[in-house]
């Protein structure tokens, strides 16, 4: 022990170097500064870096957070953080290659484009990430309170249905005085954290004894009423939201958790065929859902209408080519109208694929896979069901949500509008997709390394604990 | 929660863990991690084999997609390659500087071959075959499609270096006048096409002027005579006599006949007629060879009905159909333009779609059912020209890049339709009909002075009163062939009147420049 580093632990500072991350966030940088440099020069028509503001403000955040993790002395996982730094670091490169009007917005008094927007929105994103990462030292208030969780979210979702604006034709955004923002990204996390709760709770007996009907195992009546009250919901939402892409993901998200707490691929099969014979009703009933399908199967019928936007993409898709046309050579607008609609949202994934190719498509791909590994070992070495459950349901709702636009995006299903987490412009999308990669880094520490001898303890982690005593007794009072 | 109470489990690949007895209460979660992780792989999978298939499989499809506003925008503000005759002669280029640059076509006589290309009506002929390669969108090398990406300039348009002669061209347009037919001339030792008209037919130049292409467009689509149309490729015309050709072919081809083949009958079927079921086939009226049965050179020489007929049922009609679609009838002929497939039979026939022995007779000298586009009956002489090698028609020899990169077309056998001996054969006896003692009645002015030249004359019955459609199809020389060339005058009456001559005009042209 040197004399510095017990200077630091003299004030409650215990250093947790973190390398490997370190490591990956100076070559997630390289790789930045490299698609900027490309994106500039080729604007410029030589060696350029043009106006690097933003990048090296949001790389400075990257690494003041990564210097954060290190003083407070966490032992996280080292490669979730710089993959999610990669992430917002495309979704910075894109809309910084986007025209830039195509979200204007003005914020403290300044009126701000697409670029610079988004950087807000990232940074934000990336303190809340660092914040639950760094404070979160505790599942209780997560573990505890599921069917309050619950409550919330359901309010959150009748608060929708009564006061939602209508955008795109889906009822989604809520506004509150000057603050707007798409509950539906919130709602996913109440989700996992109510699924994670009652299900970690009620294993054994989900798992263990069933109803028969003939072949089929069913889960004990009581029990199915969760499964039932969830695909109601989800219906609900398709049918007073129209929000086609957040009922997916719920629903598959619900039954993935289902039967990681289970293992019983029959309550699967059951969900998928409830899945399908609510589908096949909402088919005949709803001509929005009618349209998805038939545009899915051939968009050609209907080029200048419905079929319209999707028919751009593949046609971003053919520009592109295996190594893409490069950032700023491809043509994400012809005159001052964007070649895709919804190119910096729903289909930011065309526009990607366009200039970086399908080379470049299939290493985001890859870094989701990434972020889907990390979460799933987080929960593979969880110390109890709720937080595995909770690791696995927070990995799922951001790959899952990849794999569902994506998806729509390449007409491999049907096209859902929904956001490309950490990717797609959007506030709500990268506060709640930041918070869910900071829940997972939290759920990820090993626990502080146990104070050299004659020390005292931190200081950051006395405040915890002090917070949890807290809590502890509100909860007592309450129950 | 401290490190030492975690339990650290791991996931492991089911057949090598360890059977262990299995523990009482809910299955780890930890283990069904392992399928999920193998469903989401497999959903994974299927986004990457989503992107392949867009970005490496149908990319090309796409990218020429005319519909593709991408390809148009780009297209408007990229510079576009200029396209050639084999001379070196501009036929299509970029004019004006400034603003969105307009097209000219200084020869609009090669209007049939070179197309159009008009911001309002889109692009036509060579212009839409080769549109990605003249903005330089895509390239005939993927090599050249990853290269591009490191260049600073990522467009590389290039310019079509095609195989048509412009001068004899504007002879077939010439000779054609104003009336009705086509002109398709071929290198048949490679297929390149020389020549290609259609008559009537349009000015390029008007469809893109900005201003008044509209009116003109409208003009055009209305006329009668589909000035639109490209007969040379498309138009299906009844051969006639030029039919024999096919019939030859297949007869010797198959064996069926040879080139001693006689008919006994002959000589009285002459004045009677060849009764075939019911159904009275004639011989044109001749002053010469009545008196004995005709042998295969004679029958082309003078163009006997009846001869033909016999051999056609002697053929039958799986070989004629067999060797009519090695010549390439009944598909859509590959090639730079838009072409329609030639027909022997209407094809609901129990016959090998022949209805019957009458219609198998009647085709064998190009009547029946049979319809045949000039480009069809072009590469019918052209096979023969070329020793029984059927190449395929081609009009563009070299893409030539902006970057200096030189793509080279060359030219590729199709099909060996018949062998070389009895290609020789009908090479023979059609230079007789050209140059024999009898055959210089009906083609003796598609001779080329001086120069040994195969062909045969037809004529094609309409029924009703209508003129016939005059026809020629030959080559020269004849020993050693140059130029192969079929040439149709819609309502041109009998093969000499119209047609052959034309024939003679142009292949003396393309050999001497006269």
Known sequence: MTAAARALYAVGIRPHFRWRELGLLVVVSAALVAGWASLSSFRAGELALGEAGLLVSYLALAFAIHVAFVITGRRMDQILFPTATMLAGISLLLMQRLPQDLVEQSIAGRDLTLAPLQLVWIASGFVILAALAIFVRSDGWLRRYKYTWAAAGIGLLLLVFLFGEVTGGARLTLRIGPLAGQPSELLKVILVVFLAGYLAENRALLSASSTRIGRLQLPPLPYMLPMLAMWGIALAIVIVQRDLGAALLYFLVFLALLYVATRRASYVVLGLVMFVAGGAVLYGLFPHVQDRINIWIDPFSDPQGAGYQIIRAMYAYGRGGILGTGLGAGLPQVGNVPSIPAIHTDFVFAALAEEMGMLGGLALLGLYALIAQRGFRIAATAADDFRALLATGLTLVVVIQAAIICGGNLRVVPLTGITLPLISYGGSSILVNGAVIGLLLALSDRGVEPPPPGTRPNVVRRLGRRARGLGGRVEEALS | ?514
């Open chain 2, 1 to 514: 929660m401290t490190a030492s109470r975690v339990a650290r489990l791991r996931v492991r690949i089911p057949l090598l863990r360890p059977k262990r007895p299995r523990p009482t209460g809910p299955p780890r979660v930890a283990g069904s991690l392992l399928r999920l992780s193998l469903a989401l792989a497999i959903g994974y999978g299927a986004l990457a084999a989503g992107l392949v298939h867009w970005q490496v499989l149908e990319a090309s499809r796409l990218t020429n997609d005319p519909l593709n506003p991408l390809v148009l925008a780009a297209a408007r503000n990229a510079p576009r390659g200029s396209i050639f005759d084999s001379t070196g002669k501009v036929l299509a280029h970029n004019v004006g500087g400034s603003g969105e640059p307009l097209r000219e076509y200084p020869y609009f006589v090669a209007a049939p071959v070179v197309g159009y290309r008009s911001t309002i009506f889109g692009t036509a002929g060579l212009e839409n075959t080769y549109d990605a390669q003249l903005t330089g969108l895509v390239s005939l090398r993927p090599g050249d499609e990853l290269l591009r990406k490191f260049r600073d300039q990522p467009y590389n348009p290039s310019d079509l270096m095609t195989s048509l002669d412009v001068e004899l061209q504007r002879v077939g347009v010439d000779l054609l006048g104003d009336q009705r037919g086509a002109v398709v001339a071929i290198e048949p030792t490679t297929g390149r096409v020389l020549a290609l008209v259609s008559s009537p037919t349009f000015n390029p130049n008007r469809i893109v002027d900005p201003q008044n292409g509209r009116r003109y467009v409208a003009d055009l689509r209305e006329r009668e005579d589909s000035p639109l149309l490209n007969r040379s490729t498309q138009g299906l015309y009844v051969p006639g006599s030029v039919f024999k050709i096919v019939t030859a072919i297949a007869g010797l081809g198959s064996g069926a006949i040879a080139a001693t083949t006689k008919f006994e009958d002959q000589p009285e079927e002459y004045e009677t007629g060849f009764l075939v079921q019911g159904f009275r086939i004639r011989d044109f009226p001749r002053r010469v060879q009545l008196d004995h049965p005709l042998n295969f050179y004679e029958a082309t020489e003078v163009s006997s009905n009846i001869w033909f007929a016999h051999a056609g049922l002697e053929t039958g009609p799986d070989a004629l159909s067999d060797y009519a679609s090695r010549l390439g009838f009944g598909l859509r002929i590959p090639f730079e333009l838009p072409t329609s497939p030639s027909q022997v039979t209407g094809g609901d026939g129990p016959l090998s779609g022949f209805r019957d022995e009458v219609e198998l007779a009647n085709a064998a000298y190009g009547q029946g059912e049979v319809l045949v586009t000039p480009l069809q009956m072009a590469l019918v002489a052209s096979t023969v020209a070329n020793d029984g090698l059927l190449m395929r028609p081609k009009l563009v020899d070299e893409l030539r890049a902006t970057d200096g990169s030189v793509t080279t077309l060359g030219p590729s056998g199709w099909s060996q339709v018949i062998s070389p001996f009895d290609a020789q054969i009908i090479s023979d006896a059609m230079q007789l009909a050209v140059e024999g003692p009898f055959g210089r009645d009906l083609a003796g002015s598609a001779k080329v002075p001086g120069i040994p030249t195969a062909g045969k004359s037809g004529t094609a019955e309409l029924g009703g009163d209508a003129a016939p459609h005059s026809w020629f199809i030959g080559f020269a020389p004849a020993d050693a062939p140059q130029i192969a060339v079929a040439v149709i005058v819609e309502g041109g009456g009998a093969g000499a009147q119209r047609a052959v001559p034309m024939a003679g005009d142009l292949m003396t042209h393309y050999l001497t420049g006269n």
